[in-house]
């Protein structure tokens, strides 16, 4: 069956970096478009970033423009989000999803769902 297992996440202070990977199986990785959302508590999760399928196009939220960055490696079936200068707000669970639809940011379309990595950013 279709796994996505992220990891890296974990506790940073404000202006640090984290690296976070989402490795993924049973399905053709190159197929999809791979994104990130986060869901804060109390919040409706909320889309971070998308790749397209060979990375060509790349597309972020406004509020992580600049300071996060989403690549992948299809010959490790793996994506990644380097996020920097790390904000008190970027805290949440961080989610890995796999999409046929690159350029939306809504969560409605998502094919396929990891289980989530926690980041936690101290002021």
């Known amino acids: 069956q279709v796994q996505l297992v992220e990891s890296g996440g974990g506790l940073v202070q404000a202006g640090g970096s984290l690296r976070l990977s989402c490795a993924a199986s049973?399905?053709?990785?190159?197929?999809?478009?791979m994104k990130w959302f986060r869901q804060a508590p109390g919040k409706e999760r909320e889309f971070v970033a998308a790749i397209s399928w060979i990375g060509g196009r790349t597309y972020y939220a406004d509020s992580v423009k600049g300071r996060f960055t989403i690549s992948r490696d299809n010959a490790k079936f793996t994506v990644y989000l380097q996020m920097n200068s790390l904000k008190p707000e970027d805290t949440a669970v961080y989610y890995c999803?796999?999409?046929?639809?690159?350029?939306?940011?809504?969560?409605?379309?998502?094919?396929?769902w990891g289980q989530g990595t926690q980041v936690t950013v101290s002021s």
């Open positions: 049973g399905l053709a990785f190159s197929n999809y478009a």
């Open positions: 999803a796999a999409d046929t639809v690159v350029v939306t940011t809504t969560a409605r379309t998502i094919l396929y």
